[in-house]
């Protein structure tokens, strides 16, 4: 009984062995294609990052290169030539230009740029928020008093980046229309914000000072 089961697993050793081979031989080639699906995606990943790393480094040496130059229209000519690779980038060229604009027509022409970019449903949403805030700054000897308050109070909602500098011109308009009582409480408001900056905090100190007001005193 013995060399019989001894006889009988060996066997059913070779059967198995055998199956294996004709299985490895007829679905071997399965898993040598899945190997190279997966070298290859992590290697096309890894080219897709490297170019990406490459574009982003050439971007950015590109505007350095261009704010360097000491002339304004310089500055303007390479901004101009420079090959975004991003709606985002192209964002931040339409941002530089218009920073750079001069003359009444140049200005027209940039600030017809950020609005063109601002409408790429591309872009990210802090950089659409930052042009739009950056051609109401730059528009808005052109808008209607109320058209301007419209437009900043959407800037101003809860969640978007540029709330209080869109708060703080919401005071700057009070001042404008000559309340001189709600744009100190929007100063004030400003001011008791957890996200007020270093920046904003000394601006909204000197507005206070310069309507009358104690920057320590008004908030008691």
């Known amino acids: 009984m013995s060399?019989?089961?001894?006889?009988?697993q060996e066997v059913s050793e070779e059967?198995?062995?055998?199956?294996?081979?004709r299985n490895i031989r007829k679905?071997?080639?399965?898993?040598?294609?899945?190997?190279?699906?997966?070298?290859?995606a992590a290697t096309y990943r890894e080219y897709l990052k490297s170019q990406a790393k490459t574009e982003a480094e050439l971007f950015g040496t590109s505007i350095i290169d261009a704010?360097?130059?000491?002339?304004?229209?310089?500055?303007?000519s390479k901004l101009q030539k420079i090959d975004a690779p991003s709606e985002n980038s192209k964002a931040i060229v339409a941002m530089l230009l218009s920073a750079e604009a001069t003359g009444n027509?140049?200005?027209?022409?940039?600030m017809s740029d950020l609005s063109d970019v601002a409408e790429s449903q591309s872009i990210d949403a802090h950089y659409r928020d930052l042009l739009n805030f950056k051609?109401?700054?730059?528009?808005?000897e052109n808008l209607?008093?109320?058209?301007r308050i419209k437009a900043f109070d959407a800037l101003s909602k809860p969640g978007n980046p540029f709330r209080l500098l869109a708060e703080e011109q919401m005071a700057l308009i009070e001042l404008e229309m000559g309340n001189t009582d709600n744009?100190?409480?929007?100063?004030?408001?400003?001011?008791?914000d957890a996200e007020l900056t270093s920046g904003l905090r000394n601006r909204a100190t000197q507005m206070l000072i310069a309507l009358g007001k104690d920057p320590e005193l008004i908030n008691e």
């Not at 060399?3 to 009988?8: A, C, H, N």
């Not at 744009?183 to 008791?192: D, H, W």
């Open 105 to 110: 027509a140049t200005a027209t022409l940039e």
């Open 27 to 40: 679905y071997g080639w399965v898993a040598i294609l899945l190997v190279f699906v997966i070298v290859g």
């Open 15 to 21: 059967l198995r062995r055998d199956k294996l081979y």
């Open 67 to 76: 704010l360097t130059e000491t002339n304004s229209a310089d500055r303007i």
């Open 183 to 192: 744009a100190v409480e929007k100063i004030s408001r400003i001011l008791l």
């Open 144 to 147: 209607k008093l109320e058209e």
């Open 3 to 8: 060399d019989t089961d001894s006889f009988l």
């Open 135 to 140: 051609i109401l700054l730059r528009s808005s």
